[in-house]
């Protein structure tokens, strides 16, 4: 069960938009599009930002959206707002039915 | 409204036993799978352990498999995870997490217990 590889940090300017990776296996993001991301303020409990890949749950800005392409999966934020700065954490379901998470991402403003 | 509620956390000595419950709220807890899911200081989460509907089919991270036990009541709306043989490495923040299968996402999280392993 080998964490999922996210970039430790990754930074951008107010208003612009920002790409992070979730590089997986043929064992999990490969196969399935279970992926889902989370976002965590400091001290806070993470929130579900975007399930099946690409859907955003009710309530959820259309600024973040999700991708994959082979065994990577990727999300967007875009017109980058101070409330974005947080960690982010992909996660998907695998081959042994098991779930495993990305070794999330810190997102800093400039 | 939707909430979960985490409780039994605490200091522990390693080889020590701790047990942790979870109470659902707002929600029909057998209507959904559920999970815990921890946060050692400073790291990333780590997803440890899910239950089906009626408790048929359960997994576990094999960094707590043999371990670790995870239950559930459903009549009392409550998730539970039995925890045995604690080390230092399973000091962290614990939540309880409801997995919807529909969307196989993690989307409604307690606000954590902590537990400390430590002599």
């Known amino acids: 069960q080998s964490a999922l590889t996210q970039p430790a940090s990754v930074s951008g300017s107010p208003g612009q938009s920002i790409t992070i990776s979730c590089s997986g296996s043929?064992?999990?993001?490969?196969?399935?599009?279970?992926v889902s991301w989370y976002q965590q303020h400091p001290g806070k409990a993470p929130k579900l930002i975007i399930y099946h890949v690409a859907n955003r749950p009710s309530g959820v800005s259309n600024r973040f959206s999700g991708s994959k392409s082979g065994n990577t999966a990727s999300l967007t934020i875009s017109g980058l707002q101070a409330e974005d700065e947080a960690d982010y954490y992909c996660?998907?379901?695998?081959?042994?039915?098991?779930?495993?998470f990305g070794t999330g991402t810190k997102v800093t403003l400039l | 409204q939707v909430q979960l509620v985490e409780s039994g956390g605490g200091l522990v000595k390693p080889g020590g036993s701790l047990r942790l419950s979870c109470a659902a709220s707002g929600f029909t807890l057998s209507d959904y799978y559920m999970s815990w899911i921890r946060q050692a200081p400073g790291k990333g989460l780590e997803w440890v352990s899910y239950?089906?509907?009626?408790?048929?089919?359960?997994y576990y991270a094999d960094s707590v498999k043999g371990r670790f036990t995870i239950s559930r009541d459903n009549a009392k709306n409550s998730l539970y995870l039995q925890m045995y043989s604690l080390r230092a490495e399973d000091t962290a923040v614990y939540y309880c997490?409801?997995?919807?299968?529909?969307?196989?996402?993690?989307?409604?999280w307690g606000q954590g217990t902590v537990v400390t392993v430590s002599s």
């Open positions: 997490v409801r997995l919807d299968r529909s969307s196989d996402a993690f989307d409604i």
């Open positions: 043929s064992s999990d993001v490969g196969v399935y599009d279970y």
């Open positions: 239950i089906s509907y009626s408790g048929n089919a359960i």
């Open positions: 996660t998907s379901y695998t081959t042994s039915s098991l779930y495993v």
